[in-house]
Structure formats: structure tokens, C-alpha cells
């Protein structure tokens, strides 16, 4: 049986329903992700779009990345919360903030990027690949 998880906006309106485990569970340590996620890294999982299944409502905001791919955040209209994203070039993968699924037995990241920007007290997981 594939593992279910469901992750949620801060109210409850907005919901990604996932089945399967991640493909790609990553830190980000890019400003833009600082600003995004309110924190000084943001945490997200990648699944494939087709164990992914949506429920509420989205408002959306886009942006483009370093690497000139555009991004799309799709967050509650009600709280604020980006619940996923998709990005151009992915699109057969769908995104998720690891914190809305609230599970703190959920996959450590595997993978740390722009480490470059990184706070000087984060320290990624151990095993963690590194990307400056």
C-alpha cells in the first residue's frame, strides 16, 4: 500500500492530497525562498503530478527563477498559505511546502541548494548533497 499524506493551508480550505512517497525532498536557501517561506531556508517535496490531487480553492503568483525558469505558487485565498507549485520545465511534478503536510516523521531533505545564501547557524542533514 503506498503511503498517503495530506497537506493543508493554515485554515483547512486548500489541500493537496499526495500518494506515494517524494521523489526529491530539498532545502533552498535562495533569497526569494527566504522571502517566500518566511524562514531562513524553505523546505519542499516532489512528487509526480499524477499522485497529486488538489481540493479548495488557489489564488495564484509566479516568478522566475536564477536560472530563468518560471515558477507558480499556487496559496490560499483565505490564510496565505502556498500549499504547491509547479515550475516550467518540470511539468510533470508537482511541489509541496514540506510544512503544510505537518507530519514531523516526513523524509529528511536529501538534497541542499544555493547553500551560497545559506544562514551561517543552518546546518543541512547529514548526507545531504550540497549545491552552492
Do not use: N
Not at 533552498?28 to 503530478?49: D, E, K, P, Y
Not at 499524477?50 to 499556487?74: I, K, L, N, P, Q
Not at 503536510?101 to 546546518?123: I, K, L, Q, T
Amino acid at each position: 500500500m503506498k503511503a498517503q499524506r495530506l497537506a493543508a493551508c493554515g485554515c483547512g480550505q486548500l489541500m493537496a492530497r499526495v500518494e506515494g512517497e517524494p521523489v526529491r525532498v530539498s532545502i533552498c536557501h535562495c533569497l526569494a525562498c527566504q522571502r517566500r517561506s518566511g524562514s531562513v531556508f524553505a523546505t519542499q517535496a516532489r512528487f509526480s503530478r499524477e499522485a497529486v490531487h488538489v481540493e479548495g480553492r488557489s489564488s495564484t503568483w509566479s516568478r522566475v527563477g536564477d536560472a530563468g525558469s518560471r515558477a507558480t505558487f499556487h496559496f490560499c485565498p483565505q490564510c496565505g498559505t502556498t500549499v504547491w507549485y509547479a515550475a516550467e520545465g518540470l511539468e510533470d511534478w508537482i511541489t509541496i511546502p514540506v510544512g503544510t503536510f505537518a507530519d514531523p516523521a516526513f523524509p529528511a531533505p536529501g538534497v541542499s541548494v544555493y547553500e551560497e545564501r545559506m544562514h551561517g547557524w543552518v546546518v543541512p542533514p547529514p548526507g545531504a548533497e550540497h549545491h552552492f
